[in-house]
């Protein structure tokens, strides 16, 4: 693996030190891959055109996902339309182990840093492409954007009321999915190189990444199953499953189809008659008159308070959740002592809260990289590292090829 510039925000246990990432990327898909490497130790370089990551560009929402999906990285900003750009580029790449892209199809190709390029002059690198519908379908010049891939895997059409529209899911779920699974290919490519000594060209598809995410309901499709439809909130086969109910002063999500876990909440609600009503006596029975359940649930559960539910509930082992709004979430005592929430900051002065990794690595702390960088803010120390010196740095400066 190449040696890593010095990176103070690395912690000492991150398995991932010593590995270089240049990050191709923009908008979500792949500068959320290569934070995931960053965030597990590697030193991420990111490269962005003159002007920045696009993302940089379409307001406030964009600003935050500059600032989710980039820190820790470095920043370099070429125009790698010009030959001296390309040349900056394939330096980078030479002292690289990971590239990483989901720039429309054919622009790494035209550029002459596709993965075909750039793995015949260095067979250990490992080349990931994010697209929008894999580089051998019929559609693989078209651009893929995370609502595409909602729709046109399914998703969209099972989300939603019954008689309403198809929605899509509220945050863009396909492309934070696909970010981290191909941060999954990346490590499983590493460990191979590992014993073979040649790196790997990794493929993940936005479409592909919308459609594992509906394993079980696409396997039960296959198996001969219903088309699936919307039903809003709830499970087809199951009852109550994922089921919201109002509350005194909000709402709550509850699961209790398996037979004992059923008894167990007519228990719970002093209501113990329910199970063995002919109506809810069966899981298929409860399917079946459904409307009637959610009747009989609301009427239960309105009376109390959502904190009330929650505590009654799980206190009898019943799978239930409160619905929280995104301020509610932030002042929960369960966030405050997961730790997801970091510090990000940068020293520049410019500082923001994040959310870390979703998982620990034993005891060691979680990473809490540094602020995103601005666009081109280490151009010049990148450079320096590359081997050029203060006249050629001035003079890509000069003609435009860095920013």
């Given amino acids: 693996m190449s040696p890593a510039a010095s990176n103070p ?97 054919g622009v790494v190709e035209k550029l002459g840093i596709g993965p075909a390029e750039v793995r015949a002059r260095h067979p250990r690198v490992i080349y990931l492409s994010i697209s929008g519908f894999g580089s051998n379908t019929p559609s693989a010049e078209r651009p893929g954007y995370d609502i595409a891939a909602q729709a046109e895997s399914g998703l969209m059409s099972v989300t939603g009321e019954p008689d ?69 909130n709830g499970q087809p086969h199951n009852a109550p499953a994922a089921d919201v109910v109002a509350t005194r002063d909000g709402h709550i999500v509850l699961s209790a189809y398996a037979e004992d876990h059923w008894r167990r909440f007519c228990r719970a609600i002093g209501r113990e008659a329910l199970a063995s009503d002919p109506r809810f006596c069966s899981n298929a029975r409860r399917v079946a008159h459904r409307s009637e359940l959610r009747a009989v649930l609301s009427d239960c559960l309105s009376a109390y308070s959502t904190e009330e539910c929650v505590e009654l509930l799980s206190r009898h082992q019943i799978v239930v959740g409160a619905v929280r709004r995104y301020r509610d979430v932030l002042a929960g005592a369960d966030l405050a002592a997961s730790g997801i929430l970091v510090d990000a900051a940068s020293p520049d002065g410019r500082s923001y809260r994040a959310l870390g990794l979703p998982y620990r690595l034993g005891d060691a702390p979680r990473a809490a990289p540094a602020a995103a960088p601005t666009c081109g803010a280490d151009s010049i120390a990148l450079l320096s590292e590359a081997g050029y010196s203060e006249a050629d740095i001035a003079a890509l400066r000069d003609n435009r090829v860095i920013a």
Wanted: proline share 5%; charged share 20%.
């Fill in 9 to 105: 925000t690395r912690s000492p246990a991150a398995p991932l030190q010593g590995v270089r990432v240049l990050d191709l990327g923009q908008y979500i898909a792949g500068p959320g891959a290569a934070m995931v490497l960053g965030e597990l130790g590697a030193d991420v370089v990111k490269v962005e055109p003159l002007a920045g990551d696009q993302a940089r560009h379409i307001g406030r929402y964009g600003e935050s996902m500059v600032n989710a999906h980039n820190r820790g990285k470095r920043s370099i900003a070429l125009d790698l339309k010009s030959e001296a750009g390309r040349e900056i580029a394939l330096r980078l790449i030479a002292d690289s182990d990971v590239v990483i892209q989901n720039l429309r199809p």
């Fill in 164 to 232: 309403g529209l198809p929605q899509k899911v509220g945050v863009p779920v396909v492309d934070a999915a696909a970010a981290h699974l191909g941060a999954q290919a990346v490590l499983a490519a590493l460990y191979g190189r590992e014993r073979s000594g040649v790196g790997e060209t990794l493929e993940v598809s936005l479409l592909e990444t919308a459609l594992h995410l509906q394993g079980a309901t696409w396997c039960e499709y296959l198996a001969g199953g219903p088309e699936p439809t919307r039903i809003g």
